[in-house]
């Protein structure tokens, strides 16, 4: 019995040894640093850009930038982040870039912003985590780069671009100072807003119908938000190009709460 103990003993403090040896002799791996810079993000001259850019997650972001012709370093401007509606089948390259064209720059000419659209991500709509992560990485990194004022900073979207303003601007409203979704239904019941919101959609709309937005938005404003509903008679889903009159109407509003 004590030779078999004896042996016990030694099996037990050989197997601890071998243990603590491996432990010792596989380092554990440094954990991974997630770079928060751009690869490459130069600042351009006047016009319609289109680039491409690695954000932190890996992905490969598409977006078109809209540089004002006057824009110097003295003289801060506005910034807007234009989300693009849906799409059918493949997404065609800087798909942001035809939304922004079609209706965001003819809208907003006078302000003289800079627009930054992105492509969405090829995970979903603009509520992933990864869009939204890219979409918030973008905007501070433009904020960065440029001679824009941080106090005007305007996020808005139509139909599935309305969607992701709802969600993205709802979620980080220390970053954007005001929201306009467009043909959009809100993502969810949470009455938390703080920064100001113009709101437009049409009674029309066959694809995303009118009432789910106007029920919202009478809580949001029982709730005591500093929000604007803009109500369209007349226009369907896909009149996208006859937004613009409603939306360049929000300019007045946008020069008032950005006092």
């Not at 040896?21 to 791996?29: N, R």
């Not at 969405?120 to 990485?137: F, H, I, K, P, R």
């Not at 467009?182 to 995303?208: F, M, Q, R």
């Not at 029920?215 to 008679?233: P, Q, S």
């Amino acid at each position: 019995m004590k030779f078999s103990g004896y042996i016990l003993s030694i099996t037990i403090i050989t197997l601890l040894l071998t243990i603590i040896g491996c432990a010792q002799s596989t380092p554990q791996k440094p954990e991974a640093k997630t770079n928060s810079e751009p690869i490459k993000l130069a600042t351009l001259p006047p016009g319609i850009h289109q680039l491409t850019v690695a954000v932190p997650s890996g992905n490969l972001l598409r977006y078109t930038i809209s540089i004002p012709p006057k824009l110097k370093p003295e003289n801060p401007v506005p910034l807007i982040i234009a989300l693009h509606y849906g799409y059918s089948g493949k997404l065609t390259p800087f798909y942001g870039g035809s939304f922004v064209k079609q209706l965001v720059k003819p809208a907003f000419e006078e302000l003289d912003a800079v627009i930054i659209a992105p492509d969405v991500l090829s995970d979903g709509d603009w509520t992933t985590q990864t869009n939204e992560q890219a979409v918030v990485w973008l905007t501070q990194i433009v904020l960065k780069l440029y001679p824009v004022n941080p106090k005007k900073v305007l996020i808005t979207g139509f139909s599935m671009g309305a969607i992701g303003t709802w969600y993205i601007g709802k979620r980080h409203q220390d970053l954007f100072t005001a929201a306009i979704p467009v043909g959009g239904k809100p993502v969810d019941g949470d009455l938390n807003w703080t920064i100001p919101v113009y709101v437009i959609h049409s009674k029309k709309d066959e694809i995303l119908p009118f009432e789910p937005t106007q029920k919202y938005v009478e809580k949001l404003k029982a709730n005591g938000a500093n929000i604007e509903f803009k109500i369209i008679d007349n226009l369907t889903h896909y009149e996208t190009s006859r937004y613009v009159k409603p939306l360049k109407e929000t300019q007045s509003w946008l020069n008032l709460v950005w006092k």
